[in-house]
């Protein structure tokens, strides 16, 4: 069985700095695809940030400059590194894993319960 959990989300002020972080259990990070989405309400989820297996990185162009995606295998932990927070960014933010690439394609399979980010002007 896989669980996700997400923590480190908050409300922040424009121009601030949060890091999400993301826990596996019974789940192995190495060879294995994650992802960072969001949620605003009465919008669709969109991806903000990918890391797949081999490393390589992908940002929505909403974030590029400003997020960042890291794994530490060893702590089986995922985070996402926001910076330069901006009151659009306000969301329920997800982790997500899977054993395919999907990049920013919400279709991961497996999906944590989110963290809520509150961003003020």
């Known amino acids: 069985q896989v669980q996700l959990v997400e923590y480190g989300g908050g409300s922040v002020q424009a121009g601030g700095s949060l890091r999400l972080s993301c826990a596996a259990f019974?789940?192995?990070?190495?060879?294995?695809?994650m992802g960072w989405f969001r949620q605003a309400p009465g919008k669709e989820r969109e991806g903000v940030a990918a890391?797949?297996?081999?490393?390589?990185?992908s940002y929505a162009d909403s974030v590029k400059g400003r997020f960042t995606i890291s794994q530490d295998s060893a702590k089986n932990t995922l985070y996402l590194q926001m910076n330069r927070l901006k009151p659009e960014d306000t969301a329920m933010y997800y982790c997500?894993?899977?054993?395919?690439?999907?990049?920013?394609?919400?279709?991961?399979?497996?999906w944590g319960q989110g963290t809520q980010v509150t961003v003020s002007s």
């Open positions: 997500a894993a899977d054993h395919n690439g999907y990049g920013l394609a919400p279709r991961y399979n497996y």
């Open positions: 019974g789940y192995i990070y190495s060879n294995n695809c």
């Open positions: 890391i797949d297996s081999d490393g390589s990185t």
